[in-house]
């Protein structure tokens, strides 16, 4: 009996230290998690009466430079049989040629820079100084047995740079390029980009934030005024960090990250769109309130 005694009471002393436990843990736990929910919020969360508005800002300037990317390939002709005769000579080929030796057979020859030769001299011979003219070339891949995977026939692109850029100028060189793609037979331009940026971004990131600032401030008013309250002289401030990272800046000397979608080929060539070079900042103000 005097053991059963003893063995209740060790039990309900565990059962009492476990009740006590558990709700101190569970507070713990609940205080960390306020506190990150808190840290989610930027600027912090705070006991101070505040509003917090998003200022935007975005304006655009004249580009001084552009830099335009003619993508190219290897122009191979469709083979279609316009006689009784080439269709069956077609189907006999077909015929000898085994699955696998019509799929790695080479059809064109690779792409080298010697390909590109007229396009530079029609470039050059419109006005571009060839210093600013460069012809990257991505050789053909294929892959041989026991990896039987299909290649690549390679590919690439004329970089042309330009200062001063209009929308006439533009538009010329592209039909310079064309016409010698076209004269050339050998080869096809595939698309055309092109990036427009500034010698000096200084001016542009000025009036970025100027604009943002403004923004940020109209909208607390209009929430000050609604909710009858007047705004603090000063407020807090805190720049957005995403436009840096993800969007590209307007400086010519900045290379965009691989990764992107757009990379550094800029966007597709539009004849109609402006030549300028867009900026936008946002910023994160907290007016306190009386």
């Known amino acids: 009996m005097r053991k059963i005694g003893i063995c209740t009471l060790v039990c309900a002393a ?37 509003i917090m508005v998003l200022g935007q800002g975005q304006v655009s300037l004249p580009a001084d430079t552009a830099r335009m990317e003619f993508l190219f390939s290897n122009n191979i002709p469709s083979e279609s049989p316009s006689s009784p005769s080439q269709t069956q ?74 200062d001063k850029p209009t929308r006439d100028r533009l538009q010329q060189i592209v039909t310079v390029v064309n016409e010698a793609a076209r004269q050339n037979g050998k080869i096809v331009v595939k698309s055309v980009n092109v990036r427009y940026a500034m010698k000096d971004c200084q001016p542009l990131v000025r009036s970025a934030y100027q604009a943002a600032v403004k923004d940020a401030r109209n909208r607390a008013e209009a929430i000050a005024q609604a909710m009858n309250v007047r705004l603090g002289k000063v407020p807090s401030v805190a720049e957005s960090f995403f436009y840096d990272l993800f969007v590209p800046l307007c400086s010519e000397a900045t290379e965009l990250p691989s990764f992107l979608p757009f990379g550094s080929s800029g966007s597709r060539y539009d004849p109609n769109d402006p030549i300028e070079v867009q900026l936008r900042r946002d910023i994160f103000v907290t007016y306190p309130i009386e």
């Open 14 to 50: 565990i059962a009492i230290g476990l009740e006590a436990t558990i709700p101190k843990i569970a507070k713990a736990n609940t205080v960390k998690s306020d506190t990150r929910v808190a840290q989610m919020f930027f600027p912090p969360v705070s006991d101070r009466h505040a």
């Open 89 to 162: 000579s077609v189907t006999q080929r077909s015929k000898q040629n085994s699955p696998f030796q019509s799929q790695f057979q080479p059809t064109v020859a690779p792409l080298t820079k010697e390909s590109f030769k007229p396009i530079v001299d029609a470039l050059v011979a419109s006005g571009v100084p060839a210093n600013a003219i460069e012809v990257i070339v991505t050789p053909s891949s294929s892959s041989s047995f026991p990896f039987p995977l299909p290649g690549s026939e390679g590919s690439a692109k004329v970089v042309v740079k330009l």
